[in-house]
């Protein structure tokens, strides 16, 4: 069974930084793409940044510049570098990732795998 467990939260401000890890765990195969997402209460999910399986990777406007999505294939975890974090950046962070190419993985789409999410809050 496939598990992913998101880390890394907290609460900064305006300017800080957080670095986000998602360990997976429960497969051998290599995932086709990875990627995280936000969610604020009364929103939909957005993506943030996704990376693909030939290391190709995506962002929203929102982020580009000055988020980084990165994996570790040896430790298989994925992570994201989140730098000059906004008070819109306020949200629960989610891990997500899906083994089949379904040609929408850099249009930050992913489904089939989620983590359980981790909350970053920034204050201004």
């Known amino acids: 069974q496939v598990y992913l467990a998101e880390s890394g939260g907290g609460s900064v401000h305006a300017g800080g930084s957080l670095r986000l890890s998602c360990a997976a765990s429960?497969?051998?195969?290599?995932?086709?793409?990875m990627g995280w997402f936000r969610q604020v209460p009364g929103k939909e999910r957005e993506g943030i940044a996704t990376?693909?399986?030939?290391?190709?990777?995506a962002y929203a406007d929102s982020v580009k510049g000055r988020f980084t999505i990165y994996q570790d294939n040896a430790k298989n975890t994925l992570y994201l570098k989140m730098n000059s974090l906004k008070p819109e950046g306020t949200g629960m962070y989610y891990c997500?990732?899906?083994?089949?190419?379904?040609?929408?993985?850099?249009?930050?789409?992913?489904?089939?795998?989620w983590g359980q999410g981790t909350q970053v809050t920034v204050s201004s």
């Open positions: 997500a990732a899906q083994s089949y190419d379904g040609g929408s993985c850099l249009l930050l789409e992913v489904n089939e795998f």
């Open positions: 429960g497969f051998t195969y290599t995932m086709s793409c």
């Open positions: 990376i693909d399986d030939d290391g190709t990777t």
